[in-house]
């Protein structure tokens, strides 16, 4: 896949020195994607104890670390659906195609080269997973706080969801700045 995507661009030579490159540092995605799985879980279960502490006036962390934690298995799907979708339907596929695509996202509705990279990630977003993510942490806040689905998902909106605007935002800004 190196080969066909860099083709043009590079040569041989260049290419294979990037995949023994790729090779030789493999491991630090296996230091860093647990932390970075570990800081996602910590910012959005402390959104989560700030809106619950506005609503009862109690703060418990550990309880949305919990429920964030549980929420989160939603997302190891998307990674089984892109491996079935691309070994069954997209057989053939460039890097950029299998780094942009993402299953059930407004962004299929797209031909994302003709979008511009800034709207990218907020179209990536918007998926079927991030809608039932959504919809698990509010069941976990309806259990922790007893109270009905509506309340528990208006604490959601109000506390990850203003976290999510405020990430996506950082995001979109670092794309502008950096997208030639």
């Keep these: 896949m190196y080969f066909n995507t860099f083709a043009e661009q ?6 294979e020195n990037i995949i023994n490159e790729g090779k030789k540092w493999k491991w630090v995605s296996y230091v860093i994607l647990p932390l970075l799985t570990l800081i996602k879980l910590t910012l959005v279960a402390s959104c989560l104890s700030i809106g619950l502490f506005f609503i009862t006036n109690t703060f418990s962390f550990k309880a949305t670390f919990g429920l964030a934690l549980e929420a989160e298995f939603v997302f190891l799907i998307p990674p089984f659906l892109k491996i079935l979708w691309f070994a069954l339907f997209q057989t053939d596929y460039t890097l950029q195609d299998l780094q942009i695509f993402y299953p059930l996202s407004a962004l299929n509705f ?26 698990l942490l509010a069941r976990g806040v309806s259990q922790v706080i007893e109270r009905d689905m509506p309340q528990s998902f208006e604490v959601v909106l109000a506390s990850y969801g203003m976290g999510l605007v405020l990430w996506v935002a950082v995001v979109m800004f670092i794309t502008v700045s950096f997208t030639p």
Excluded: H, R
């Design 10 to 15: 590079l040569t041989y030579e260049q290419i």
């Design 110 to 135: 797209f031909d994302y080269t003709t979008v511009q990279p800034w709207l990218i990630y907020p179209l990536q977003l918007l998926n079927v997973f991030e809608i039932i993510y959504w919809v």
